[in-house]
């Protein structure tokens, strides 16, 4: 079964730095949730789930190594990423099993999700051809699928020279017309299709004959795709 994603706890107490982060994570398909302070980190983390926390180190009074104790305390396994500019000396010494990575400021953006991806297990196919004629659609979907390595086509007969160019794991279109997905899906890949919400009953029902799957496009976010790739790539 594919794990809950739930939000990213992002514990900073520089405003600019915090706005960055949520910004980030929102764009990469994340709901965010804000701590300014390690006091009301301890707070959220004894009250709700999170994918991850995005932990900083220095702050007043209750700092990111107090919330390193509550969870160690509490044995509670979310991953987290130490995000910090201190030196080497304040990041020695963790809590065993609780911190799984840690970041210096300035961080790396890519280095920082693949970081979450990678700890959270939250892996998309590691190949993905994404088909749309809009090409803000297309940088939208990218931010989804990261990590995963993804290509572009603009149109059907543009998407079956890039299937047999890079031969991805699946195919993500924006295109539900029947006989486009009819030539894409001949090519051996799995096709997951986008739908406006208001298709129709049979018209969806004739796409599910040639797609491996079908989602509504309010209903697009990471958790749907991780959902539908689990299922057509049968992982388990």
Excluded at 16 to 23: A, D, N, R, S
Excluded at 128 to 156: C, F, T
């Amino acid at each position: 079964m594919t794990k809950t994603i739930h939000p990213i706890l992002i514990v900073e107490d520089d405003p600019p730095t915090q706005m960055l982060l949520e910004t980030l994570v929102q764009r990469y398909g994340f709901g965010s949730v804000t701590a300014g302070n390690g006091a009301a980190a301890i707070d959220l983390l004894a009250a709700r789930e999170f994918t991850a926390v995005i932990l900083d180190l220095m702050m007043p009074e209750v700092g990111g190594g107090d919330v390193i104790d509550f969870l160690a305390r509490q044995q509670r396994r979310v991953p987290v990423i130490v995000c910090t500019a201190a030196g080497l000396d304040k990041t020695g010494e963790f809590a065993p099993g609780v911190v799984g990575a840690v970041l210096r400021k300035p961080f790396d953006i890519e280095v920082l999700m693949s970081t979450i991806f990678d700890l959270a297990g939250h892996d998309m196919p590691s190949k993905v051809l994404i088909v749309d004629d809009d090409a803000r659609s297309r940088y939208a979907l990218k931010a989804l699928l990261a990590p995963a390595q993804s290509y572009e086509a603009e149109s059907g007969d543009d998407a079956l020279l890039k299937i047999r160019e890079h031969r991805p794991d699946a195919v993500l279109s924006a295109i539900p017309v029947a006989s486009v997905v009819n030539q894409l899906a001949a090519e051996g890949v799995p096709v997951v299709v986008i739908v406006p919400a208001a298709l129709g009953n049979d018209d969806r029902a004739a796409l599910l004959q040639l797609a491996a799957g079908v989602i509504a496009k309010p209903d697009l976010s990471r958790q749907t795709l991780s959902d539908v790739f689990d299922t057509i790539l049968q992982r388990g």
